[in-house]
């Protein structure tokens, strides 16, 4: 994986609450089992109509937005656990998601694949949101290390929460295993004191 320190980005807006990873990635797209190719199809049913031409009116189809944050509505990611949602929102360029509440086993799936959540107060989302919709220009400071979340244009500044394991990971571009074998010296270590051959 990438790693992950700080990231200065402007974001999109998706003020949808209530996204459910059916809507993230369809389920008719879940065929394939290697990571790539799924960007193509996040959010397909609110980017394309029935014939396949972009809807004007859906946010990512809009160019005067761009960046690698998604700032979305309350309670995204709920519904099935599929990993696919994750793979889907990595592979279309988003590196983190800010939201009040992600479900938990999105939140897990988003971690191990290298997309961080950032879940601020519901008050910060909605500035948040009207800030980024009023102005797509609008940077967002995402810094991993201290966990926080910056918006100085319009004075926010606020502590995330993430489980310390996973901030590991993502800083050092760790997945579970890369992380265990950064652990071989200390595990051989453990092996010679504790265990008898």
Request: one cysteine or more.
């Amino acid at each position: 994986m990438e790693k992950f320190s700080t990231l200065l980005s402007p974001a999109i807006p998706l003020v949808q609450e209530n996204v459910d990873t059916d809507q993230i990635i369809p389920a008719r797209f879940l065929k394939a089992t290697s990571r790539e190719g799924f960007g193509e199809h996040l959010f397909k049913d609110w980017r394309f109509d029935e014939q396949g031409h972009p809807k004007s009116d859906f946010i990512l189809n809009n160019p005067e937005y761009s960046g690698s944050i998604l700032v979305a509505g309350e309670n995204f990611g709920c519904g099935s656990s599929r990993e696919h949602a994750a793979w889907a929102l990595v592979d279309c360029g988003f590196k983190a998601v800010v939201s009040s509440y992600f479900a938990d086993i999105f939140k897990g799936n988003a971690l191990n694949n290298g997309l961080l959540p950032v879940q601020v107060s519901p008050s910060s989302l909605k500035e948040l949101l009207a800030a980024v919709q009023s102005n797509p220009m609008t940077f967002i400071e995402i810094n991993l290390e201290a966990q926080l979340l910056r918006v100085p244009e319009i004075g926010i500044q606020e502590h995330f929460e993430i489980n310390p394991y996973k901030k590991t990971c993502l800083i050092n571009g760790y997945d579970d295993i890369d992380f265990l074998l950064s652990q071989k010296e200390k595990i051989s270590a453990f092996e010679l004191k504790h265990i008898e051959f």
